[in-house]
């Protein structure tokens, strides 16, 4: 009996071959759908180039331009998706275009056939990820509700949540604190929050904000205070070879150590060093506490971090003290910052913190070249021969730097061996200021691949 058997099986004709899938099909069965699209379509009248992000948790983002009569115009927004078989049905959560709700549909086999192609879910690496978060300490600068702390947090956390490399990640957990100094309380002169790694909850990042256009207490009194220096106290050193900052440097310190959080947002009644020291005592396992910021926010994140590290240990009051133990770790990612201090500072924070600093600056980028003499000189000369500085750029320089001279102070960078981010120059901007202001701001994005995901100029205006 087996054996008629097996000569059935044998005998039997051979199975028909499954037909070869197609690559539609397969992403399709394989959901590899998911992930971040460059797409041109004529929709509605318009036409949209934009980038769409679908991931696999179930929520989605779009951002890129609408064509409006000859002009584009900018656009984000974002919600959840569903499948229906063939079909994405996009929920829209969040909007920057007028009368934008409900939600629309994509047919998945279009998506893969139509679109320029699957980039995948970026990877977003560290410096990225500091970027964005010193970039979006600027929320709401420009903005109709500047200067409310509950306004701002939430800003902060829609930022946190729209933009690309940090959705998802962080969680504000302190501030954010605002310095109103100078001649009114309706702009705010400084502005820093704290974030906590959901991915590690040991880590945090202090983000501090650069300067505020409109407030000029802060331009006059923390960006040009350069002309006098200040001793920084250093506890193992005679008084005649401490280190000195800028005075503006100086007075910005002194404003940020005395913020408390105000009511309605983490932290309420806290400093940042009563905060930072509830933390520590809080959990077993050493911190790792990061400083970043841009321009003034850059300058001001190296000597923050600097500044905390000096507090570290039990010598002295213990008031003052965040880590008696000396247990944390203090990182430091200044992005396109002027010197904060002289040589002795800059040698001082370099033995301290260098090893962990990662000092960001765009070779074409005007402010990191202030104010240390070797670097003022460069920027004379920065854009030759395309643009020329000017008569009037050179004669400030040149009289800044005879300034120096006469009151006998220098200027050095911190982690001034790090190697700069090159530039290149913007063709669009052909008059030396529009130039300069598109390297420390659009340059910095684009250098480091984050045009498409960080819209500078909304971040400014946010209102609501």
């Not at 701002?152 to 949540?161: D, G, K, Q, S, Y």
């Not at 220096?229 to 007075?251: C, F, I, M």
């Not at 910052?337 to 800059?346: H, L, N, T, V």
Request: proline share 5%.
């Amino acid at each position: 009996m087996q054996d008629v058997l097996d000569t059935a099986v044998l005998d039997a004709p051979p199975a028909k071959a499954a037909p070869a899938q197609t690559i539609t099909e397969r992403m399709l069965e394989e959901f590899s759908f998911v992930g971040r699209w460059k797409r041109k379509e004529f929709k509605d009248g318009l036409l949209w180039d934009s980038w769409l992000t679908l991931r696999p948790d179930g929520t989605w983002a779009q951002n890129g331009t609408i064509q409006v009569a000859t002009k584009p115009q900018n656009f984000r927004r974002d919600g959840t998706w569903t499948r229906e078989e063939g079909t994405l049905v996009c929920a829209i959560g969040k909007s920057t275009l007028p009368d934008s709700s409900g939600s629309f549909t994509i047919d998945i086999a279009a998506l893969i056939g139509d679109s320029e192609g699957l980039v995948g879910l970026p990877d977003f690496s560290w410096r990225q990820e500091m970027v964005t978060l010193a970039y979006i300490a600027y929320a709401g600068t420009l903005g109709e509700k500047g200067g409310q702390p509950t306004v701002l947090l939430e800003l902060i956390n829609r930022f946190l949540e729209e933009l690309e490399p940090v959705n998802g990640k962080w969680d504000v957990v302190w501030g954010p604190g605002l310095v109103n100094a100078g001649f009114t309380n309706l702009v705010d002169t400084n502005v820093f929050y704290v974030v906590r790694d959901r991915r590690d909850p040991t880590r945090y990042v202090i983000a501090i904000r650069g300067t505020n256009p409109l407030s000029i207490y802060s331009i006059l009194n923390q960006v040009s205070a350069v002309n006098e220096q200040e001793l920084w106290p250093v506890e193992d050193l005679p008084r005649r070879k401490w280190p000195r900052v800028s005075e503006g440097v100086a007075n910005t310190l002194k404003h940020l150590k005395r913020v408390r959080a105000q009511k309605g947002v983490p932290g309420t009644g806290l400093t940042l060093v009563d905060f930072l020291k509830q933390e520590v005592a809080a959990c077993q396992s050493p911190l790792a506490i990061h400083t970043t910021g841009h321009s003034l926010g850059g300058t001001m994140s190296a000597t923050v971090a600097m500044w905390l590290r000096e507090l570290q240990g039990c010598e002295g009051s213990l008031s003052t003290r965040w880590d008696p133990k000396a247990r944390c770790t203090i990182h430091s990612t200044p992005i396109a910052g002027f010197s904060p201090g002289d040589k002795r500072f800059a040698q001082h924070f370099d033995s301290a913190i260098g090893g962990t600093c990662d000092r960001l600056y765009n070779s074409l980028d005007v402010v990191p070249h202030t104010y240390a003499a070797e670097d003022m000189n460069y920027a004379k000369s920065i854009y030759e021969p395309m643009i020329d500085a000017g008569f009037a750029f050179k004669a400030a320089i040149d009289m800044m730097e005879l300034q120096f001279t006469l009151s006998n102070i220098n200027y050095r960078q911190v982690r001034d061996d790090t190697s700069a981010l090159e530039g290149t120059l913007e063709p669009s901007q052909r008059e030396f200021m529009a130039q300069m202001l598109w390297q420390h701001i659009e340059g910095y994005l684009k250098i480091l691949g984050l045009s498409d995901f960080i819209n500078a100029e909304e971040i400014l205006t946010a209102s609501d």
